[in-house]
């Protein structure tokens, strides 16, 4: 009788276990390109095992003070416009790969989003009226594709903390145009502040935590420096009650990559690959088990995948590296 309980507890710890992992989002951050896509860019992502893509349209704001978000302009790349976003789902859909419509804010020269900050209370109408056009605009697309998930926002930190009125009545708006599952991805460091998750479907967090000073973890190391965050995490999980999404997870594959994973300024440096198997490994055995989190989206994943990253490549993208073999291992796990 011992026995057969015995067995009992350990089959239901495995399927309860397989069916967490069975029905995670194993996503790829899907890069827009200047030109439409077909057959020969979607197989790669299936290869990968991957079952979601994040397509990413952008608007530009002129500084971190300007209030008015430019976007769906003919001088951007073809990708990052309605018509692109369009294009690429309906791919993604042939190929039975769900999507997350996530629009983004990309800050002339590159500056962090998060410090978007308006200086008068003109200004900060200006940019909700710009900021709510652009993103229910896009909210219009996401059910026009019957995209899975919409995503509301991109590390804009100080925007969300100065305005929550705002944003509380911009997910009534997006409510009220698309049905699909609603998140907001927040950086690592500003999830725990985030005034509106109680609103939203997800807890979207960019998670690119600081886990590691080594040149090279292990991934038994890596684990261990995921510990703190991970308490933090589960505790805003709790606090909320809903499942934690990683809106962006990634690794440069780069000497220290587990020491500011948000970097992507060194563009030179030494090659690591084996830093950034491990540290994909690390992540994945940490959270990917857990029933209260979705899944994640790695960063970054390329069209043209023949020509994409290498052995040579010290950035992000895992594709034509070894952590490419391992997150089509994992994701098909």
């Not at 830093?275 to 690390?282: D, G, I, M, S, W």
């Amino acid at each position: 009788m011992k026995i057969k309980q015995i067995f009992l507890v350990v089959f239901s710890i495995v399927v309860t276990s397989c069916n967490s992992q069975k029905d995670k989002i194993n996503g790829l951050s899907f890069v827009a390109s200047s030109e439409a896509i077909n057959e020969i860019h979607t197989t790669p992502v299936v290869k990968a095992s991957a079952n979601y893509v994040s397509l990413m349209p952008f608007g530009f704001i002129k500084d971190l003070s300007s209030p008015e978000v430019r976007y769906n302009s003919s001088r951007q790349w073809f990708g990052e416009t309605k018509q692109g976003v369009k294009q690429y789902a309906e791919e993604f859909k042939k190929q039975d790969i769900k999507i997350m419509i996530k629009p983004q804010i990309w800050v002339w020269r590159g500056e962090f989003t998060g410090y978007i900050e308006m200086k008068t209370e003109e200004e900060w109408k200006t940019l909700e009226n710009s900021y709510s056009t652009f993103i229910l605009e896009y909210a219009e697309i996401a059910a026009s594709v019957d995209a899975a998930v919409f995503c509301i926002g991109t590390e804009l930190e100080k925007f969300v903390m100065n305005r929550p009125k705002f944003w509380n009545s911009l997910i009534k708006k997006v409510r009220k145009i698309y049905s699909g599952k609603l998140t907001y991805a927040a950086n690592w460091d500003e999830f725990k502040r985030i005034p509106f998750w109680n609103s939203l479907d997800y807890i979207g967090v960019d998670a690119y935590f600081p886990v590691s000073e080594e040149k090279t973890p292990s991934v038994e190391a890596l684990e261990k420096g995921w510990e703190p965050h991970k308490i933090t995490i589960k505790e805003i999980q709790q606090k909320f009650n809903k499942p934690i999404l990683f809106t962006e997870f990634g690794y440069r594959s780069i000497n220290f990559t587990g020491k500011e994973p948000w970097s992507s300024h060194r563009v030179t440096g030494e090659v690591n690959l084996k830093a950034q198997e491990n540290a994909t490994q690390a992540i994945y055995n940490q959270f990917w088990g857990e029933d209260w989190f979705a899944g994640g989206f790695l960063w970054k994943w390329f069209h043209n995948h023949k020509n994409a990253g290498g052995t040579d490549n010290n950035r992000f993208t895992p594709q034509n590296k070894p952590a490419e073999k391992l997150i089509q291992k994992l994701y098909a796990q």
